[in-house]
């Protein structure tokens, strides 16, 4: 025999939905199961993109306007969760944020400033209330031909959830996974204690932190102006947008991170809550159960919900910020 120690960790990293997915199974098969996730995620990422053709939400976007589309199970699942957080923020978090996006070509080698006559045109293409669903026949349909929807705030949360799944399905015991912003910890590290996870200091380098929380079996998610963003004029402009101006949220934070058992929903509030900014951000965190926050404000102050004060730990070696 090989002598495989189930303690001994298996890493991998492969570079899918944007951003690089890490993954740390303590596990025998640990190589097999990272690539049933790894397979799971390419195809959560076919089904959902609009940056890639094909699709189902390249359908549902072609036919704006137009008819109901069929959609599959997973489709259904993330546009309800999208509109229920909608709901919720108000509308700080609007998946139909899709033609901005564009409009600003966040993703593009080309970004660039809308004028405020082409925003404000654009703006009236977002609602979240358009977004309709018809869960007997597995359809959907947006209201007004022209509307997009931009699942990129959110499908990383549920493609964590479903590697989740998958791990558990495999018996692992022990396992962190990390797209981009949106880490996993699957219960805690094989001699139990529990996982660290940094949370990046947002003007600092990959790999800065500003301090550490310390969980179990508990989705961390973070977004920031950081992520993807492009100077003009010596003015900062960001992916996050507040689908009430059109233009980057601007209410004063620059990181937010959500803690909470699932990740979709903490994808969902994370981007929900950076757009409501610090105040009423943690209105609605604390409003929920079993959901916790880190919020980093512009003037470097970190600011973390009740739940967090003993699981939070700051360690900030810029020295650049206030806790
Ligand atoms: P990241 O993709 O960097 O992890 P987020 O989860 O915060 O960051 O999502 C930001 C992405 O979500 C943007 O790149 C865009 O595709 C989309 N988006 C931007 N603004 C909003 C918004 N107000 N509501 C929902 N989605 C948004
Ligand atoms: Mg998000
Ligand atoms: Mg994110």
Redesign the pocket.
């Known amino acids: 025999s090989c002598g495989y120690n189930s303690s001994d960790l298996y890493e991998t990293q492969e570079f899918l939905m944007?951003?690089v997915v890490l993954q740390k199974i303590y596990h025998e098969n640990a190589a097999e199961i990272a690539k049933e996730v790894n397979d799971r995620i390419a195809e959560i990422e076919s089904t959902m993109t609009i940056n890639k053709p094909g699709g189902e939400i390249n359908l549902l976007n072609d036919a704006a306007g137009k008819e109901y589309v069929k959609l599959g199970e997973d489709t259904l699942y993330v546009l309800d969760k999208?509109k229920q957080y909608?709901e919720i923020s108000n509308g700080?978090?609007?998946?139909t944020?899709?033609p901005l996006?564009k409009a600003w070509g966040?993703?593009t080698d080309n970004p660039r400033v809308p004028s405020k006559n082409e925003i404000d045109e654009l703006l009236k293409l977002v609602n979240y209330k358009d977004i309709n669903i018809d869960f007997e026949n597995s359809t959907a349909m947006l209201a007004k031909e022209g509307q997009i929807v931009?699942?990129?705030?959110?499908a990383?949360?549920f493609a964590a959830d479903e590697a989740v799944e998958i791990y558990k399905e495999h018996g692992v015991k022990s396992a962190l996974i990390s797209l981009?912003?949106?880490i996993f910890t699957l219960s805690g590290k094989p001699d139990g204690s529990p996982w660290m996870v940094g949370i990046r200091n947002p003007r600092g380098n990959d790999g800065s932190y500003i301090g550490i929380v310390r969980v179990k079996d508990k989705a961390v998610?973070?977004?920031?102006d950081y992520?993807?963003f492009f100077e003009k004029d010596g003015v900062r402009y960001h992916?996050?947008?507040?689908?009430k101006t059109g233009y980057p949220?601007d209410t004063g934070l620059i990181g937010t991170t959500i803690i909470s058992d699932f990740s979709i929903d903490a994808?969902?509030l994370?981007?929900?809550v950076?757009?409501l900014g610090l105040e009423e951000g943690m209105k609605l965190v604390e409003s929920l159960d079993g959901v916790d926050a880190v919020f980093i404000t512009a003037d470097k102050k970190i600011y973390v919900t009740d739940g967090l004060k003993d699981t939070f730990i700051f360690k900030d070696e810029s020295k650049e910020f206030e806790y």
């Open positions: 944007g951003t999208a909608a700080a978090f609007d998946v944020i899709g996006v966040v993703f931009d699942l990129g705030g959110i990383k949360g981009g912003g949106n998610v973070s977004s920031g992520e993807r992916h996050i947008l507040d689908p949220a994808d969902a994370s981007t929900a950076f757009v």
